[in-house]
């Protein structure tokens, strides 16, 4: 008898290596594909502040299970549109900067997608090159008909390329939305200064472009909240309209609860009401009311100011790992004298590294170290530790020394 499923075929799956890895290195894998942060030890963080936040609502009559409104918690929202954009900030007050939230980073660019393409019926989309892999299936899914890539990596020289990247976006047709990291952009770890986000800037209000920012790492890039959203706040300043996507699941630690906030700026206050009405009806059709646990823990941090200042040390410690483990993986290099240039890395961000590795070196790495790192040539750092990051840096050298 035939089945309903017949027709049903397999889809790559969005995982970065499939490669058998060799009985030999089956018991030594290093995954340095995970975007969860890990401490050095390699075990979750579970921040002391969320943790105390967490038993205040476990203590209290009602705790956090009714249902949120459809456009979610309002504190949460508000709190978290301060967060990116500012306390003092002018489209705050002069209320044409909105929060709706949403479902972690991922669920916050759908439904910012969805409604750029049923509401403004915007149909193209500019991705980094490279990028999120899941963004591809974000845009597609939601309706976007042509989902093009702009240059952003130099893989001579493992930097930037501004240069070539406004060239990109110089011919995307005008209304294009451009999806822009505004910090510790995810994998590469290269973000622009300020003086090359002033030119992107221009290529974008002048060929009238759409800016959809993702702001799902804000401490963790620079160590500071502010100038992790400089960019975004300059594109505020200089009166472009923009989505900007938050993501509160790493800087949080909050994974499963799927912590995200849109902010939607807008360059006056008369669409606003109708912009949340056009996200209600978004929102009710994929999740009804969006899930109060991680926002109430998130919206009781924010709107503490001794809970935020513990907040801000415990991303300081993320931070503060991160940039030493990054530090450490290219001292090994120096020291051990890999081929290439390695102490520029420095200057990446967060929690990714951009190795450069080619993808015959990747699957080197993988059967015979048994270290995973992404497709790209990027690498998590979260996975890297004190225990592992001389056996990572003498793989990376003998892969790069067989297949150079
Ligand atoms: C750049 C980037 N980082 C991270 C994520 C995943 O975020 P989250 O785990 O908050 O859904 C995505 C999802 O598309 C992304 O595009």
Not at 30 to 36: C, F, N, P, Y
Not at 239 to 264: H, K, P
Request: proline share 3%; hydrophobic share 40%.
């Amino acid at each position: 008898m035939s089945s309903f499923f017949d027709c049903v075929v397999s889809l790559d799956a969005d995982s970065p290596l499939n490669d058998s890895i060799s009985d030999e290195n089956e018991n030594h894998v290093v995954d340095l594909t995970l975007e969860a942060y890990r401490t050095d030890d390699g075990q979750p963080f579970i921040l002391p502040v969320v943790r105390e936040a967490l038993l205040e609502y476990a203590k209290s009559p009602y705790g956090c299970h009714d249902y949120l409104p459809i456009l979610g918690h309002v504190l949460f929202r508000d709190s978290a549109m301060k967060l990116v954009l500012g306390e003092d900030s002018r489209a705050i007050k002069e209320n044409r900067a909105a929060g709706i939230q949403c479902l972690s980073g991922t669920g916050t660019l759908r439904s910012g997608a969805e409604f750029l393409v049923q509401v403004l019926h915007l149909d193209t989309v500019y991705i980094s090159n490279p990028t999120c892999h899941t963004q591809f299936r974000i845009f597609e899914k939601s309706g976007f008909k042509s989902i093009k890539t702009y240059s952003y990596l130099d893989q001579m020289s493992q930097s930037i390329d501004v240069t070539q990247m406004i060239r990109d976006l110089e011919i995307a047709p005008e209304k294009s939305v451009v999806v822009l990291s505004a910090c510790a952009h995810n994998p590469t770890g290269l973000d622009p200064s300020r003086s090359q986000w002033k030119e992107i800037f221009q290529v974008i209000k002048r060929r009238n472009l759409f800016p959809f920012f993702t702001v799902f790492d804000q401490g963790l890039a620079s160590g500071d909240l502010d100038d992790d959203a400089w960019a975004v706040r300059y594109f505020v300043k200089m009166d472009l309209e923009m989505f900007i996507a938050q993501s509160m699941t790493r800087t949080f630690g909050l994974y499963s609860s799927l912590v995200g906030n849109l902010t939607v700026v807008a360059r006056t206050s008369t669409f606003m009401s109708q912009i949340a009405s056009q996200f209600t009806c978004v929102n009710v059709s994929k999740f009804s009311n969006p899930p109060a646990h991680g926002a109430c823990i998130v919206k009781s941090i924010l709107t503490n100011q001794d809970l935020k200042i513990q907040w801000k040390n415990s991303l300081k410690t993320i931070y503060e790992r991160l940039k030493d483990v990054r530090d450490k993986l290219i001292s090994w290099f120096e020291k051990i004298k890999t081929p290439g240039h390695w102490i520029h890395l420095k200057q990446q961000k967060g929690l990714f590294l951009s190795t450069g590795l080619n993808s015959i070196q990747i699957t080197y790495l993988l059967n015979n170290y048994g270290v995973r790192i992404l497709d790209s040539g990027c690498l998590s750092l979260s996975g890297l530790n004190t225990q592992n990051v001389e056996y990572v840096a003498r793989a990376i050298d003998a892969a790069v020394r067989q297949l150079q």
